[in-house]
């Protein structure tokens, strides 16, 4: 859980030398928001996958495959919000969502192949 935040933290300072430099254009306002909730996304799945790794990973498929969908339908769910609520330049909006959505996905996948092949 401690990589997430760290992740977390360089993104927020990356998206802030951005907007510092004069690129605030290719940030969308509620980019601050998307990464929190991926960062709370991250919280869950770490805490699913701990839950799939208890007795000798009997269950790790089922919470493998649960996270995916978790993730999937909290996504949909904040994207539908946000429109909900009128969200302005909505392909920056898009981008820089998917651009985080991949960047977290990989990250944690990354992680979960790393703690699968140190464990075997």
């Known amino acids: 859980m401690l990589r997430s935040i760290l992740l977390t933290l360089v993104l927020g300072i990356a998206f802030f030398l951005v907007e510092h430099y004069g690129y605030g254009f290719y940030v969308h306002p509620w980019a601050k928001y998307m990464i ?4 709370a996304i991250s919280f869950l ?5 701990e839950f799939g790794f208890r007795n000798k990973r009997d269950k790790f498929v089922e919470f493998y ?3 995916v969908v978790a993730r999937l339908l909290l996504c949909i769910a904040f994207v539908a ?5 009128g969200v302005n330049n909505a392909p920056i909006f898009i981008a820089n969502f998917f651009a985080l959505y991949l960047f977290y996905t990989i990250f944690e996948i990354y992680g979960l192949y790393r703690t699968l092949r140190r464990d075997s």
């Open 81 to 85: 919000v946000a429109f909900y609520f």
């Open 36 to 39: 929190l909730f991926f960062l």
């Open 45 to 49: 799945i770490h805490r699913l996958m």
């Open 65 to 67: 495959l649960s996270t």
